[in-house]
Nanobody
Framework: QVQLVESGGGLVQAGGSLRLSCAAS????????MGWFRQDPGKEREFVAA????????RYADSVRGRFTISRDNAKKTVSLQMNNLKPEDTAVYYC??????????????WGQGTQVTVSS
């Protein structure tokens, strides 16, 4: 059974930073891409960032490129999202996801329970 557990969310002022982490279990972590998505109430879930299985390739949404950095540690089976220069529009529930393949463009098959990020102006 695949489990993804996020941590690190919270309340921060605009311009501040947060680091989200996701611990994975239940499958061969290093074989699959990992991603972060977010969802604001009343809106559809949107892609934020992804990292390939090897960690050698990353992809970002235009809205976060240059401010967010995704990384993974295959030995520890974790994926992180460093979020800098946060804006109020970054407020959402952030979800960790495990892909169906190794590429950052893979469909995402498994999801965590989400962690709330709130950015005050």
């Amino acid at each position: 059974q695949v489990q993804l557990v996020e941590s690190g969310g919270g309340l921060v002022q605009a311009g501040g930073s947060l680091r989200l982490s996701c611990a994975a279990s239940g499958r061969t972590f290093s074989a699959y891409a990992m991603g972060w998505f977010r969802q604001d109430p009343g809106k559809e879930r949107e892609f934020v960032a992804a990292v390939s299985a090897s960690g050698g390739s990353t992809r970002y949404a235009d809205s976060v490129r240059g401010r967010f950095t995704i990384s993974r540690d295959n030995a520890k089976k974790t994926v992180s999202l460093q979020m800098n220069n946060l804006k109020p529009e970054d407020t959402a529930v952030y979800y960790c996801a495990s892909g169906d393949g190794s590429s950052t463009y893979t469909p995402y098959k498994y999801w965590g329970q989400g962690t709330q990020v709130t950015v005050s102006s």
